[in-house]
C-alpha cells in the first residue's frame, strides 16, 4: 500500500537555526516525491519535487531509497518559513493517474 | 483565469441537505483532481479527471458523493444528505497531464454541517 508518514506535527525552532522536516514513504516502485507547503491563508502550493533536484527558498531534499525517506531541510530557518508542510508522493505505472497521496502534515513553526 | 477558482469559498448547511461545489481548473488542464482535507484525516484524495472522464473514483468515501465534469473543464462535486462528518475543506487541483506533473491547487471549500 502507498503511504506517507510524516512523524512530527509540530515543529518549533528558532530564527537561524537549522530545519529537518521527515518525511518515510511506502511504496514498491519508483515513486515520485513532493513537498507542498500552506502558508497562513493562502492555498496548497508545490515547494519542491525530488526530479527537479533543485533547492527553493532554500529548502532541499533528498530521495534516499535505501531508508524510503525524503526528507525536507534548510540550514537557516526564517521566520517567514512558518507554515503547513506536506511530503506526497505519486506512484509510477501506465495506469497510474498522478493522484498525491499526503503524509498528516508537519506545521513549522520558526520562532524570533 | 490565473489559476484555480473553487466556489463557493464557505458553505454552512444542514444535515440531511445536498450540497454542490464547484472548480473552474487552470485552462488548458486535462487532468482534475479533489481532494479532501479534515482536522482527523488529513488530505485525502477523492476522484480524479481526465478530461470529462474519471478513471479513478477510488478516494470518495460513500455513494452520497459524486462528481462530473463538462468540456474538459468545470467541474462539480456533489455531497447527497450531507452528514456532519463530511464537515471539511474541499480542495480542487488541476495540471496539464499526470503523474509528476505540478498540480495547482485552488483556495478550497470549507463546508460545515450542522
Known amino acids: 500500500a502507498q503511504r506517507v508518514t510524516q512523524p512530527e506535527k509540530l515543529l518549533s525552532v528558532f530564527k537561524g537555526a537549522p530545519v529537518e522536516l521527515k518525511c518515510n514513504y511506502s511504496?514498491?516502485?519508483?515513486?515520485?516525491l513532493f513537498w507542498y507547503v500552506q502558508y497562513s491563508r493562502q492555498r496548497l502550493q508545490l515547494l519542491l519535487r525530488h526530479i527537479s533536484r533543485e533547492s527553493i527558498k532554500g529548502f532541499t531534499a533528498d530521495l534516499n531509497k535505501g531508508e524510503t525517506s525524503f526528507h525536507l531541510k534548510k540550514p537557516f530557518a526564517q521566520e517567514e518559513d512558518s507554515a503547513m508542510y506536506y511530503c506526497?508522493?505519486?506512484?509510477?505505472?501506465?495506469?497510474?493517474?498522478?493522484?498525491?497521496?499526503f503524509g498528516q502534515g508537519t506545521t513549522l513553526q520558526v520562532k524570533p | 483565469g490565473a489559476g484555480v477558482s473553487q466556489s463557493p469559498s464557505n458553505k454552512v448547511t444542514e444535515k440531511g441537505k445536498d450540497v454542490e461545489l464547484r472548480c473552474d481548473p487552470i485552462s488548458g488542464h486535462t487532468a482534475l483532481y479533489w481532494y479532501r482535507q479534515s482536522l482527523g484525516q488529513g488530505l485525502e484524495f477523492l476522484i480524479y479527471?481526465?478530461?470529462?472522464?474519471?478513471?479513478?473514483k477510488s478516494g470518495l468515501p460513500s455513494d452520497r458523493f459524486s462528481a462530473e465534469r463538462t468540456g474538459g473543464s468545470v467541474s462539480t462535486l456533489t455531497i447527497q444528505r450531507t452528514q456532519q462528518e463530511d464537515s471539511a475543506v474541499y480542495l480542487c487541483?488541476?495540471?496539464?497531464?499526470?503523474?509528476?506533473?505540478?498540480?495547482?491547487f485552488g483556495a478550497g471549500t470549507r463546508l460545515s454541517v450542522l
Open positions: 511504496y514498491s516502485g519508483s515513486p515520485e
Open positions: 487541483a488541476s495540471s496539464f497531464l499526470m503523474r509528476g506533473d505540478i498540480q495547482y
Open positions: 506526497a508522493l505519486s506512484g509510477e505505472g501506465s495506469s497510474n493517474t498522478g493522484k498525491l497521496i
Open positions: 479527471f481526465q478530461g470529462n472522464s474519471a478513471p479513478d
